[in-house]
């Protein structure tokens, strides 16, 4: 029989085909080419950006000219604006405010053809590096309480450019979808009195069926009621709430796990389309006991329709222990 | 500036663009070829679905046979299956259960070339009352929390066949949304002693910026905080919560204004993929003050991407003001 399960975190189910598993070859993966005449994110083409926030540079270039290695500037067309005051009222029953925020865009590489999977340690490196000063820097921006850094990888993952980045959202409030993760945290933690996702690597190496990956200082498992087909987590071992506060080691460590993992992907599922975003606590609770930072990618396989909109269920036809056994198995 | 708005019942953020809005004209409609041989939702191919549970027929004719008009079958790929025991059961911190569940195919009409917008009013009614049948029946089953009644239109929105058909799934657990969806109405009520849909109502009558039609017993508007252009909700004018108590000249007049909606739609966007979930109260929580059914529909011409998994913001670029309009002055 087939099996729903439910994510302890936020209590979301999915229905899990344990009975007549897809196989990596039953999806059917879109390799949609992306026209682009003139890349604005490769080298000579700085201007066709907003002026660079910041970049990372080994000689003396000058900003928005070539030399970079990784290269951060505001999104184009941006969701939000970073002029302005948020005016936060009402409408009757309504509510709204101005639409104040930050919306960068990290470029991981000069290098057209690489994607982060590709790069070398050194370069993985750097880009955790971007994300990390970027968020140190918008901590400081007293109208932000989150900041939300993710990656779109591919055309049916949302990506509007085939030249390999991240993004970064600087909101004036804690998302609903991170609220609901704090506040299912918070209900274990004062339950139990331990983090549950500590708890959640205890049982994961414990079961030791779901695993993936692992370095000295992070693991990556298929999470037991993974709402995708190969959806995988990345979660410091140590307790650690808040992702701008990571460590100078954790950052080759976790640039190294996070290459390993998407290798794996790319080798398994003939480079699938993913969105991965970074699960970090908000900007004015540092040092949670009950939260712990985490990466979540999730491969775009399947079509989300009318009964995963409604619900809040959703179908996952490749149980996570068959996921982390191909992934385990992949050869990298 | 662009705005955030927020929606008062689930707390739900969507960022409008307000400055720069899209047109119908900037949203890339794909029409994709649905290739089938053989329709299994066509008269004289009956025996390629599991057998009927019910279907509509004007004369005498068999079951499993053409003569019908409207046709409701079980799911030949079911997400969940009706036979087995629910066995709720933990694994050290996880929960699981038997994937068990009702999920039947209500096919909309005999004719491969017609959609639900297309219909005869007395052919859409007889959709409706498929819809509402197959609920009361399935609230019988003590084992189902929640019935889902929902529609997946083109290959975009997640439809596998083209023939126009909508979907029914009974769970055994009231799903996350709704169950927040409920939360936030209750709280609502705890605070005002009201609907929060009969206030909605009443603002959007008096605003009158977003109302797209009515009658009698229905009201069709874009919501203020809108996830996706041209969302647009169907509530029954009365204060009703639970769809499957629906009464007979209920059932006309939303065959009716459903239609009118999904024509206006077609004809604005040039016949869009959409979801249409019905939203309705839980099985046992019979006539509640403090929630409306109603139906949402959501036109799927937007990618969703990482920014959106991870927050649960949405990003809007038509302004639900201008969605109104646009869809009022269609000429149906």
Same mark, same amino acid.
């Given at each position: ?8 975190? !936020? ?35 700085? *201007? ?15 900003? *928005? ?14 969701a939000l604006r970073i002029e302005g005051e948020l005016d936060r009222r009402g409408i009757g029953m309504f509510d709204l405010s101005g639409g104040i925020g930050a919306?960068?865009? /990290?470029?991981?590489?000069? &290098? ?12 993985? #490196? ?15 921006d007293k109208r932000f309480r989150y900041?939300?850094? %993710?990656?779109?990888?591919? %055309? ?13 959202i600087a909101l004036p409030m804690v998302p609903k979808?991170v609220h ?34 692992? *370095? ?24 650690? $709430? ?32 993913? *969105?991965?975003?970074?699960?970090? $606590?908000a900007i004015e609770?540092? &040092? ?7 990466? #979540? /990618? ?8 009318? %009964? ?6 959703? !179908? ?17």
């Amino acid at each position: 029989m087939d099996q729903l399960r439910k994510d302890p975190i !936020v209590g979301r189910w999915t229905i899990v085909f344990s009975d007549k598993p897809f196989a990596p070859s039953d999806f059917k993966i879109e390799h949609l080419s992306h026209k682009e005449a003139t890349c604005p994110f490769c080298y000579g083409h700085e *201007n066709l950006t907003p002026p660079e926030i910041q970049a990372h540079r080994e000689g003396a270039t000058l900003p *928005n000219s070539p030399g970079w290695s990784t290269r951060v500037v505001p999104n184009k067309f941006p969701a939000l604006r970073i002029e302005g005051e948020l005016d936060r009222r009402g409408i009757g029953m309504f509510d709204l405010s101005g639409g104040i925020g930050a919306h960068e865009v /990290i470029i991981e590489t000069p &290098d057209h053809s690489k994607d982060l999977a590709d790069l070398l340690d050194h370069e993985a #490196e750097k880009v955790i590096w971007a994300y990390r000063d970027r968020s140190v820097d918008l901590r400081g921006d007293k109208r932000f309480r989150y900041i939300m850094i %993710f990656k779109n990888h591919g %055309f049916s993952a949302g990506a509007s450019l085939a030249h390999s980045h991240s993004q970064l959202i600087a909101l004036p409030m804690v998302p609903k979808n991170v609220h609901e993760e704090l506040q299912g945290a918070g209900l274990y933690f004062e339950y139990k009195e331990r983090c549950i996702f500590c708890d959640m690597i205890a049982q994961e190496k414990a079961d030791n069926e779901r695993l993936i990956c692992e *370095n000295s200082r992070f693991l990556a498992f298929a999470p037991f009621a993974s709402r995708f087909p190969f959806e995988t987590w990345i979660l410091p071992q140590e307790h650690h $709430s808040d992702f701008s506060f990571i460590r100078s080691d954790d950052v080759t460590e976790l640039a190294r796990i996070l290459k390993d993992v998407l290798k794996r992907m790319k080798q398994v599922l003939n480079d699938p389309p993913y *969105n991965f975003i970074i699960h970090t $606590s908000a900007i004015e609770q540092r &040092d949670r006991e009950d939260y712990h930072w985490h990466i #979540e /990618i999730m491969p775009k396989l399947m079509k989300i329709a009318g %009964f995963e909109w409604g619900s809040g269920f959703y !179908v996952n036809p490749t149980p996570p222990e068959l996921v982390a056994k191909y992934l385990r198995e992949a050869k990298i």
